[in-house]
């Protein structure tokens, strides 16, 4: 696993001479015994002097206390930076004021300080390494012993401290150029990943428009030392809304190395291919991301259902135009004499809404015929003319007075009569 980024190397003070280291040797570091007591280590050209044990060890460069509450003891062990040699000594206190022989972990090269702290949040005290060409660190196991030394870049780094300095949780590094009046700060962060770069969804059968897909799994990993949180996920790209996260065991302190899972699943709203990025929305420099694939098929067809009931009747239309003769009226004498002219009032009525055209009456029986042309009888409305009869044979006779018209049809009205001498 290659670290290095882990920690950012993110701005420099200029002339910050607190920091500056005057001397390699003279160095010391003050801790608690057990006991409560004070316990000084003083590094010195050849020696490294805890209180009154005395263990002799390389040129020292920094020596600092530290407290090894991992395996449960009140027991303060020391870690030693080697001026001359590419080491850090740990030194584990027995509890008594004392400490055991001396175990050292490669550094990148000769260490000129040291520092104790938590930088993955695992509980477990690591350690930060600093020397005239690098900065590393190396991240404890919880029994006094450590891993490799992973560089920061190289610095000349004098002297160390550990502290969250931007306050997000993660402990990080500054560190006391040598050269130069600077200080360094390496901020402490996670480094997302994901796997696997995409998912494909509908192949090599298509998921149908309007279902949803079985899921595709996605894993995010902390590359990084740093605490890792995934607060979400974002879908961006051409169809954002075709895909979802069911669930995922995101939500939650991700340590260095630890890792998380997402199920996502492939909903599309229309057919034919569709496309997403999702993003995980961590407390990373850059946020992991995975580009969604789908083919969509169409919609699925159902069986056909039975018939509805017949639904109620529409309201009546507009019965257009028309014109109608329904009703004729005739008046006049009941007995004539033969051979002379009678007067008949014949009363048509249009009961249309359009005009009657072309309306005519005629009248027919034994020994008689006439007729006369009406014109036109305007619509809801009725015209009388008055019709001139002459019968030539005495007799009852039933006359016929037929109505008939161009559009309008006809009507027939009857009336007796008796005609004499
Ligand atoms: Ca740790
Ligand atoms: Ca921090």
Do not use: W
């Not at 003891?73 to 030693?80: C, F, M, N």
């Not at 050269?179 to 770069?197: K, Q």
């Not at 969509?296 to 159902?302: C, F, K, R, S, Y």
């Not at 009248?363 to 042309?373: E, I, P, R």
Request: charged share 15%; with cysteine.
């Amino acid at each position: 696993m290659d670290n290095e980024g882990a920690f950012i190397r993110d701005f420099q003070l200029g002339a910050a001479p607190a920091f500056r280291q005057e001397a390699v040797s003279g160095e010391i570091a003050i801790g608690k015994r057990p006991d409560g007591e004070e316990q000084v280590a003083r590094g010195d050209s050849g020696a490294v002097v805890p209180l009154e044990v005395a263990p002799q060890f390389e040129r020292v460069g920094t020596a600092l206390i530290g407290h090894r509450g991992q395996l449960g003891k009140i027991s303060e062990d020391l870690a030693v930076a080697s001026a001359g040699i590419a080491v850090v000594s740990i030194l584990l206190g027995t509890g008594t004021g004392s400490f055991g022989a001396k175990t050292d972990f490669a550094t990148p090269a000769a260490a000129l300080s040291v520092v104790i702290g938590d930088l993955n949040a695992d509980g477990i005290p690591d350690l930060g390494v600093g020397g005239s060409t690098f900065t590393a660190y190396l991240i404890g196991t919880g029994t006094g012993s450590f891993g490799p030394a992973t560089s920061l870049g190289s610095t000349d780094t004098y002297a160390m401290v550990a502290a969250d300095l931007d306050d997000d949780g993660a402990r990080d590094l500054a560190a006391a150029i040598g050269s130069v009046d600077e200080v360094s700060i390496f901020l402490n962060s996670p480094v997302p990943s994901s796997s696997p770069p995409a998912l494909a969804f509908g192949t090599p059968t298509p998921v149908p428009q309007g279902t949803v897909s079985s899921p595709g799994i996605l894993s995010f990993s902390n590359d990084g030392v740093a605490p890792m949180k995934i607060d979400g996920f974002t879908f961006t790209g051409a169809n954002p809304g075709d895909f979802f996260v069911g669930s995922d065991t995101c939500r939650q302190m991700l340590l260095e190395g630890q890792s998380c899972s997402a199920r996502l699943f492939f909903a599309p709203k229309a057919a034919g291919a569709r496309s997403a990025t999702v993003t995980a929305q961590s407390n990373g420099p850059t946020n992991p991301s995975a580009t969604l694939g789908g083919i969509a098929g169409a919609l699925p067809q159902g069986p056909t259902g039975s018939n509805g009931p017949t639904g109620p009747a529409g309201p009546q239309g507009d019965p257009g135009k028309f014109a109608a003769v329904t009703k004729v009226s005739v008046s006049g004498p009941n007995k004539v004499r033969k051979g002379k002219k009678s007067t008949y009032k014949v009363k048509v009525t249009n009961t249309g809404n359009s005009k009657a055209t072309g309306v005519g009456v005629s009248a027919t029986g034994k020994g008689v015929s006439s007729s006369l042309g009406i014109g036109s009888v305007s619509p809801d409305a009725s015209r009388s003319v008055n019709l001139k009869l002459k019968a030539s044979k005495t007799g009852k006779v039933e006359i016929k007075f037929k109505v008939t018209s161009d559009n309008a049809g006809g009507k027939t009205a009857k009336k007796k009569v008796t005609v004499v001498k």
